[in-house]
Nanobody
Framework: VQFVESGGGLVQPGGSLRLSCAAS????????MIWYRQVPGKERELVAF????????NYADSVKGRFTISRDNAKNTVYLQMNSLKPEDSAVYYC????????WGQGTQVTVSS
């Protein structure tokens, strides 16, 4: 089982980024997927959830209306579109399968700063 996150970077407040997570080693299309984020010294925060077929999504209140999770089961990839970014969104972002939560990847750093 492996997760490889990408797409992070430095962006100004109000900007956008699209994160990608390539998953392998399991039957991707059978699993709900999640995005977490973590700031050093703080607990990992669940940001977004999507079910196995992409028909149901849920978001943390802190990102609702600004972030959109989606998936492409043909590519074994889950995405996180982040709009109207705020400095408090700065964190390392990780993806994982909802019911596995194992073999965490390196994550991708998102920094929102002017």
């Amino acid at each position: 089982v492996q997760f490889v996150e990408s797409g992070g970077g430095l962006v100004q407040p109000g900007g956008s980024l699209r994160l990608s997570c390539a998953a392998s080693g399991f039957t991707f299309s059978s699993y709900a997927m999640i995005w977490y984020r973590q700031v050093p010294g703080k607990e990992r925060e669940l940001v977004a959830f999507i079910n196995s077929i992409g028909s149901n999504t849920n978001y943390a209140d802190s990102v609702k209306g600004r972030f959109t999770i989606s998936r492409d089961n043909a590519k074994n990839t889950v995405y996180l579109q982040m709009n109207s970014l705020k400095p408090e969104d700065s964190a390392v972002y990780y993806c994982n399968a909802y019911s596995l939560r194992t073999n965490w990847g390196q994550g991708t750093q998102v920094t929102v700063s002017s």
